[in-house]
């Protein structure tokens, strides 16, 4: 009998008893069922996970100087002149280095000014004290990359500003239309303790739609308001960039040039650790609860074996006329292999169609619901992956083989002339 | 060409019923030619269809052995034995055991499926072995459509699928009409003369028994006689 033959047989068998063979397939349905709506949510989860991540970027390293900086006492920011406490600082000709490194795409380098500057934006004769923004570089992991409301939110290597939407609001400044404000100048004035006052002629590069008031300058500014700040002339040269964006051509470079800097002596932070640990976090419950799957599974072949057993009782005639025709034992043991097979595979279809129908839906619901309680995610939760959907089908067969294993074993070993003589 | 289809020697079938064993067939040696038409005879218990599912490969010797066509049935492996069935011997059964879910069409292209014959082939095949048996207009009939004559017309025709070399029938007319029976026979000599078949029968009638070319009379398990019936008294 051909391979062919043997599926058509087996198939039509399963689909005479169509009642029965749905029956016995249910509890592949609900293992399946639960499987697929578990692995399909890791895998939703997984991708929010790495979605979230990645934009802030896996392919990013961000390098600080090593040392005793942070902490202990002194002002935040550290004293500007302590500087046996750095043991490494990060210097121009580091910064050039790494631009030169192969597989680094951008080199960052940032400057902080200390935490007491006291910071005024000037506009139509009004001071209003506004904050130093960081970078763009490093948005909040939940939000989406900062939009400019006008202009560009990339500075010129100086004399540039960004202002925020806050910032303009401080000022007094009209926000209705806020292009126009672009290529204005505006002063930056930085204020002491003791009254001393220093302005920077800014001009408006573009506006951000941040609320909080701040402003955000190039490194080359910021450098020479800190040499304002500490009285000095040469404080890059002295104490060197306070932290380097680094980006690499992709993860695996990013990993490498880690650890390359860690080795020389760089604080070095990078997100893969944590994508790490969520990740494998993610994966431990998927493997709980695709267990519960696979137990509901175990339990189905009991429906099957005992669908078989019937199936086998009710037909031993019939085996005994193929035998007589010369059907071998193997062929037998084939046929009823296949039919088990069949209703799990077919089990395994329906199950993994509810599972994959119930996460659509809930992919429309769950949005819905995070809209009302204001949480910040997007994409789908349930992700049905086609190795998924292929596996769960496989899997659903093989459980049905499983459980025909014997009552085939069985139904191949009758005596054809006992067969025969059943009533 | 060896002549001799079947060569028995010391052919014994023990059933063990209970503790105490019981001998269907004892010390059977017998020896059938190839074609033509052997009756089996005998009261039940005799020993009738224990012999002919030793020839057909149903059933293996307790003792002694049978050869058909130079395979020994009591040696043969259980793959022989199979293929040995499929391709060489046509059962014919009392109770025409057709498979109840396939059409007349399907049952008689079951043993070609068997065999591998490719799907058009044997459709085609089934169809004109259906005509010969006169079931041209039944062949889409499941057997409970079907009347007692016309399965076995059915089982015949699906005996003959795979051009087996044997014929074994075991009471092929016992559940028909004797009207029924006498055309099914009919039938069978037919097939027997166009295709040179061997006919191995059991059955009980001394009217069926009489068309045969030999008679063998089995009693208690053991061959009581074997009479020739045409070769001999030649008809006048």
Request: with cysteine.
């Amino acid at each position: 009998m051909t391979l062919k033959d043997q599926v058509h047989t087996a198939f039509s068998n399963v689909g005479r008893r169509k009642l029965r063979s749905a029956l016995a397939s249910l509890g592949v349905v609900v293992g399946t069922l639960t499987i697929v709506i578990m692995v399909s949510l890791a895998a939703g989860v997984r991708q929010q996970i790495n979605r979230q991540f990645a934009s802030i970027g896996l392919d990013r390293l961000t390098v600080s100087p090593s040392g005793g900086r942070r902490g202990g006492f002194g002002p935040p920011g550290g004293f500007p002149f302590n500087n046996l406490s750095l043991k490494k600082i990060i210097t121009g000709q580091d910064v050039k280095t790494w631009k030169g490194m192969p597989g680094v795409t951008t080199v960052i380098p940032e400057v902080n000014l200390p935490g007491s500057v006291n910071l005024e934006l000037k506009w139509n004769g009004t001071n209003q004290p506004v904050r130093m923004g960081g970078d763009n570089f490093r948005p909040d992991i939940f939000q989406e990359p900062p939009e400019p409301l006008a202009g560009s939110l990339e500075l010129p290597d100086a004399g540039g500003i960004v202002l925020s939407l806050g910032a303009l609001r401080a000022a007094g400044v009209s926000t209705n239309d806020p292009a126009r404000l672009i290529g204005q100048s505006v002063e930056a004035v930085l204020r002491t303790s003791r009254g001393e006052t220093q302005s920077f002629s800014l001009s408006v590069r573009g506006i951000s739609a941040d609320r909080s008031p701040q402003i955000q300058v190039s490194v080359a500014d910021r450098i020479a308001m800190k040499n304002w700040w500490f009285n000095a002339t040469n404080i890059l040269e002295r104490e060197g960039y306070d932290s380097v964006t680094l980006r690499a051509a992709d993860v695996t470079r990013a990993n490498a040039l880690s650890v390359q800097l860690r080795r020389d002596g760089f604080q070095v932070q990078s997100l893969e650790m944590f994508v790490t640990v969520a990740n494998r976090v993610v994966t431990a419950i998927t493997v709980m609860f695709t267990l519960v799957g696979g137990i509901a599974l175990l339990v189905a072949t009991i429906g099957i074996a005992n669908t078989m057993v019937m199936a086998i009782y009710e037909r031993t005639r019939e085996i005994g006329i193929l035998k007589a025709m010369g059907a071998s034992s193997r062929e037998i043991r084939q046929m009823f292999m296949l039919e088990a097979g069949f209703i799990g595979m077919i089990g395994g279809v329906a199950g993994l169609l509810i599972g994959w129908l119930i996460g659509l839906g809930l992919n429309q619901v769950i949005p819905l619901y995070l809209r009302y309680r204001e949480l910040p995610a997007r994409g789908d939760f349930f992700v049905v992956t086609p190795s998924l959907a292929a596996g769960v089908i496989l899997f659903a067969a093989f459980i049905g083989l499983l459980a025909g294993l014997l009552p085939a074993h069985r139904a191949a070993k009758f005596d054809p002339l006992e067969a025969l003589r059943h009533e | 060409m060896n002549n001799f289809l079947i060569h028995a020697i010391k052919l014994t079938r023990h059933y063990r019923v209970g503790k105490t064993e019981v001998a269907a067939l004892s010390d059977v040696d017998l020896i059938v030619r190839r074609g033509g038409f052997t009756a089996l005879v005998g009261p039940s218990g005799s020993g009738k269809s224990t012999l002919l599912n030793l020839i057909g490969g149903l059933d293996r010797p307790s003792r002694g052995e049978v050869s058909v066509d130079g395979l020994s049935v009591g040696a043969a492996t259980e793959q022989q034995l199979a293929r040995y069935r499929r391709e060489r011997v046509g059962f014919i059964f009392q109770s025409f055991n057709l498979i109840p879910t396939f059409s007349a069409l399907e049952n008689v292209e079951s043993p070609m499926m068997l065999a591998e014959v490719p799907k058009r082939e044997r459709r085609v095949r089934a169809a004109s072995l259906l005509e010969s048996v006169g079931l041209a207009q039944r062949t889409q009939h499941k057997p409970n459509e079907l009347s007692g004559g016309e399965k076995q017309r059915v089982a015949i025709a699906r005996a003959l699928a795979n051009r087996p070399l044997l014929l074994l029938a075991d009471e092929p007319t016992g559940n028909l009409d004797s009207k029924t029976g006498a055309a099914v026979l009919e039938l069978l000599c037919q097939l027997l003369k166009a295709q040179g078949l061997t006919l191995i029968m059991v059955t009980h009638d001394p009217e069926i028994a009489a068309r045969a070319d030999h008679i063998i009379h089995l009693r208690d398990g053991a061959i009581q006689k074997i009479e020739a019936t045409r070769k001999t008294e030649a008809p006048p």
